[in-house]
């Protein structure tokens, strides 16, 4: 719905449908209600099935100056062009110039949040919120204006946002708002409008308070306020130290890490002061508080698990309880109560008990339990909850800093046992800390506090294995050996300089998440693996080239098998992709018509056979990439074959040239060798010197849609417009529609060929139309054509025009000479086919044909609304042109004269679309012809019996050939009453055969021109 036309239309109308209502008056819900669920401040979509609903809602004017409307908006679905909505505000008054849209979902499914002010009927300043509703918009929205305030802003805050956000300053004071929401199937809540009942400005009267407080992982202190501050508050640590602080963004405060000699691992305050929002509502003495660590505290992998008890089970010796056992690999002295012990979900600060002081020198162990009265007096002990028991299967366990660092973390399972039943513990029994199954294994007996392990073995170097994208914005590294899950290291580049951390979420895997340059090298640095998790090794040049994920333009469709040849038994029908770029794709995610493959980088010119089953007429390839953006997208067409011939042996079609257009059928070819899955060789190159032509308009509710002699590139202003029901044969990019039609306008070719055209609105011809060329000739592989001819100046349209192929045809039996309403340049022949693409260099429109093959009489007639009115008939069989078979396939018949039956054959080749191959000169003048024979049947079996049924006699015939030229005189052999008759052998005066071609039969009376009519000599035979 194009909002920017209607707007002032529709308030009007909400006006006289009182809105509002006396003052006080709750307001109501309008539009298409039937659709919506309702409620007394919200609307929310509960349709049956596809289709489109709107739903309209005013509130009251406001009582005082000001204004603050607030309403939330939701839409489920991912944007698209078929899944989308659009939201108005505006004013109520009628006269009202000024109103504002938001609209997710007007293209694509990656379409931002797009916000517009209109006034005046032209579009004012824009935002656009990108990327972030991809998936779909749940947002809050505000339109605030301050008392006597003469422009308002709306502001925006998404599902999850502590505070509203500025998107644009504007004028008009709205108090309406309508959603309009289209959509593919049923749905439920999908769609959703919520409004504030009331809309009267309220002054902000609360100071801002703190949202959340948390301490970055290099110490920064981050503070998150509940609103916009006026400006950045002043911090203080304990003892009146000032904090150095800056805002990250307009609600969120930063301070640097606090000095030295604070309590380690105690929460610290932070004292703000200065803290106030925008309307200057302060707060005195806010605190945040923050927790700060020594550099001297465990790294990840000084402290690590080394033994676990999880299903103590009693057997002879061993205690009745659950444990696990951790040991300080480190060469420095660890405090047990900076830690944390996490089960699961759960976490239990660990306690050391008396007489242990909780100081674990290097190489020291000691137990951390729920029940410690059963553990010999001389292992060190630590209390910990462990939720009352550990999960005999396998579970979960981390071991963290008090400030959340974790230094080992594990999942244990209950194969790691290895059979042996409970009453075992199980034990690392080789040197890491990354919970690798293969270095732990049952202990028995049970050996808290005295540790099992194997000397540490040599240290592998550390490689890359393999280095790629997962998602746009995401990657992932591979190594030859496990990476220590505690390990922060970080992905860097030299050109911009600029560094990333990794974060390992597998064995011997790291990813990282944000924007990486395609081409390397990179540095890998601060790696720690599970052999030596204490030890950072040193860093890592990786030289390979990253692979990129496709761009538009990178990818595109080389060849499609809607049904592969008998010759290839088992292959299923498939599109082949190709990377044209100069760089390795990473195809991960890339998907044709929603189809995946499980092909990971393509290199430049490799292709990517995906097995998809298509429709084998027609149907659309779209290529998209892992975040569903369009990268290709086109219509196809088993009529890109050459002939129908190829197209019903179900061999491919073959893309010629790459650099050539998609969606052009000249830029296809059949393939001769069946098929080429995964193979992909060019053909000639693409040459088009040939600027596109307008053929053809077509009549449509929104305007004129203009029909191009090729595909073109989108033009300026102008918007595609959906032929998928005009023909199984139509190519997108061909129809465009422009709003404002009496611009002049221009369109280029892929070749880059441009056309400037008029774009006055069209003038249309009331002349009469007539067949002007058939073709479809039994056996011959070439493409049927019917060809017309509109007769007058300017455009002639389509309406009403049928055709029918039966000798006596009956309501039923008239097929429209298009599924759309045309219309052609008056005076030029336009052909019609069911391929267009099979016949070029003229002016060719799809349309599906009846049946032409056999001997048929085609007539073309007019519809009036209440009856028939035939206006041209062809019989259209081989005899009425070539008694004697001397034809060759492929020859189609053609008029070349306007008279009733002035057909001949095409000699020289069909020309649908085109000017005809033969022309005859009239021998008589129009004044001559005042009486025109009641029956004239050129050839019979016996040939040349001419036999002309009249009202006087006919004293002489005389043959004239194309040019206006008599070859040949002769006296009547025979009259008999009106009926006169006369044999002519096919020569010319000097017995000489007459040239193929039409020529005229001329009778004469008293040396007067009676009577014409054209015939047609056929070629002799060999």
């Known amino acids: 719905m194009e909002w920017k036309a209607i707007g002032r239309l529709v308030q009007a109308a909400w006006w006289g449908a009182h809105a509002f209502g006396a003052s006080g008056q709750i307001p109501f819900w309008q ?6 669920h309702c409620t007394a401040t919200a609307a929310t979509l509960n349709a049956p099935e596809a289709g489109s609903a709107s739903i309209r809602r005013c509130l009251d004017p406001p009582t005082g100056s000001g204004l603050d409307l607030r309403w939330r908006w939701e839409q489920h679905l991912a944007g698209s062009s078929a899944n989308r909505s659009a939201l108005t505000a505006y004013a109520l008054e009628p006269d009202s110039t000024a109103w504002l849209t938001l609209e997710l979902g007007a293209v694509g499914a990656d379409d931002p949040l797009e916000a517009t002010h209109w006034q005046n009927e032209v579009a004012g300043s824009t935002s656009l919120v990108p990327g972030q509703f991809a998936q779909g918009l749940d947002a809050e929205f505000r339109w605030l204006v301050l008392p006597d305030a003469a422009h308002g802003m709306l502001y925006i805050r998404p599902d999850g946002e502590p505070f509203f956000s500025p998107l644009l300053v504007v004028e008009g004071m709205p108090r309406c708002l309508a959603l309009s929401a289209e959509f593919t199937a049923s749905h439920t809540q999908d769609f959703r409008l919520e409004v504030v009942p009331e809309c009267t400005y309220e002054p902000d009267t609360l100071a801002p308070f703190i949202v959340q407080a948390e301490v970055l992982a290099d110490g920064r202190c981050r503070v998150q306020f509940s609103e916009v501050l006026g400006g950045t508050p002043v911090g203080f640590w304990p003892g009146e130290v000032g904090a150095l602080c800056a805002m990250e963004s307009p609600g969120c405060l930063e301070c640097l890490p606090p000095p030295t000699g604070l309590p380690a691992g105690l929460p610290v305050p932070l004292r703000l002061e200065g803290v106030q929002d925008t309307s200057g509502n302060a707060v005195e003495g806010l605190a945040a508080m ?25 057997s002879a010796g061993l205690p009745e309880t659950e444990w696990v056992e951790i040991t300080n690999f480190s060469t420095t002295i660890q405090h047990v109560d900076h830690l944390i012990l996490r089960e699961g979900s759960t976490l239990s600060p660990l306690v050391p008990l008396p007489p242990w002081d909780g100081v674990l020198e290097p190489g020291g162990r000691f137990v951390a339990s729920s029940d410690t009265t059963r553990i010999a007096p001389s292992v060190r002990q630590a209390h910990a909850p462990l939720c009352g028991a550990l999960t005999d299967s396998g579970e979960r366990l981390s071991l963290l800093r008090s400030d959340g660092l974790t230094l080992d973390d594990l999942t244990y399972a209950r194969s790691w046992w290895q059979g042996v039943g409970g009453g075992h513990s199980v ?34 170097p550390l490689r890359v294995q393999a280095f790629r994208p997962l998602t746009p914005g995401q990657g992932a590294i591979a190594f030859n050996q496990p990476i220590a899950p505690q390990a922060l290291g970080a992905l860097s580049w030299r050109h911009p300089p600029e560094a990333i951390p990794l974060v390992p979420t597998a064995d011997a895997v790291a990813t990282w998440s944000g924007a990486v340059p395609r081409s390397g090298p990179y540095v890998l640095s601060d790696l720690r693996t599970c052999d030596a998790p204490w030890d950072s090794l040193p860093p890592l040049l990786v030289l390979d080239s990253l692979a990129a994920f496709p761009e538009p333009g990178d990818l595109t469709t080389t060849e499609i098998a809607v049904r592969p040849p008998p010759s290839w038994p088992g292959m299923p029908a498939f599109v082949e992709w190709t990377n044209r770029s100069t760089q390795a794709i990473e195809a991960a995610g890339v998907r044709v018509n929603g189809v995946s493959t499980s092909v990971r980088r393509v290199e430049p010119g490799s292709s990517v056979v995906v097995a998809i089953d298509l429709p084998n007429t027609e149907g659309r390839i779209t290529l998209t990439d892992a975040d569903g953006r369009v990268l290709e997208s086109f219509r196809y067409t088993n009529c890109w074959h050459a002939q129908r011939n190829e197209e019903d042996e179900g061999m491919s079609l073959e893309r010629r040239d790459l650099n050539g257009p998609v969606s052009d059928g000249r830029n296809w070819e059949t393939c001769q060798q069946g ?23 077509v009549e449509r509710e929104e305007g004129v849609v203009r029909w191009f002699s090729e595909p073109v590139a989108a033009p300026e202003s102008a918007m595609e417009v959906d032929v998928e029901d005009w023909g199984s044969g139509v190519e ?7 709003p404002d039609a009496a611009v002049p306008f221009a369109v280029e070719d892929a070749a880059g060929n441009r056309s400037d055209f008029e774009g006055a609105s069209p003038l249309y011809s009331e002349g009469t139309w007539r067949l002007n060329e058939c073709f479809g000739w039994v056996g011959s592989a070439d493409e049927p054509f019917l060809e017309t001819v509109a007769v007058g100046e300017g455009w002639a349209r389509s309406d009403g025009m049928h055709w029918s192929t039966d000798d006596a045809p009956g309501p039923s039996d008239w097929v429209a000479l298009g599924t759309v309403q045309w219309a052609v340049p008056a005076g030029q022949p336009v052909a019609w086919a069911r391929c267009p693409q099979r016949h070029v260099g003229g002016i060719v429109l799809p349309t599906e044909l009846p049946s032409l093959h056999g001997d048929r009489r085609v007539s073309l007639a007019q519809w009036s609304g209440m009856e028939w009115h035939i206006v041209d008939t062809v019989w259209s069989a081989r005899e009425r042109f070539d008694p004697l078979d001397r034809l060759m396939e492929g020859t189609s018949w053609e008029r070349f004269h306007p008279d009733p039956g002035a057909w001949a054959p095409s000699i020289w080749g069909p020309t649908p679309g085109r000017t005809n191959g033969r022309t005859a000169h009239d021998p008589a003048g129009p004044n001559d012809l005042r009486i025109a024979p009641q029956t004239c049947i050129p050839f019979d079996a016996t040939w040349g019996q001419i036999r002309i049924e009249g009202h006087r006699q006919v004293d002489e015939f005389c043959i004239f050939d194309s040019s206006g030229n008599c070859i040949r005189r002769t006296e009547t052999v025979s009259s008999t009453g009106s009926v006169t008759t006369w044999f002519w052998d096919g020569t010319r005066g000097d017995g000489m055969p007459a040239a193929p071609g039409p020529h005229w039969v001329v009778a004469l009376s008293e040396g007067q021109i009676w009577g014409r009519h054209p015939i047609a000599v056929a070629p002799q035979r060999d």
């Open 427 to 460: 034990a690392l029994q080789q040197r890491g800390a990354c919970g690798i199954a293969s270095h732990w294994g049952p202990s028995s007996p049970a050996s808290p506090g005295t540790g099992n392990e194997a000397p540490q073995p040599d240290a592998l």
């Open 675 to 697: 098929c080429t899955p995964g193979w992909f060789e060019a053909g000639p190159d693409w040459v088009d010197d040939e600027p596109p032509a307008l053929q053809a308009i």
């Open 31 to 36: 539009g298409d209600t039937t659709q919506w």
């Open 290 to 314: 923050a927790l700060w660590l020594p550099d001297d505290l465990a790294r990840p992998g000084d402290l690590a698990f080394t033994e676990i008890m999880a299903d103590p089970t009693p």
């Open 732 to 738: 997108s990019g061909r129809a465009w529609w422009w």
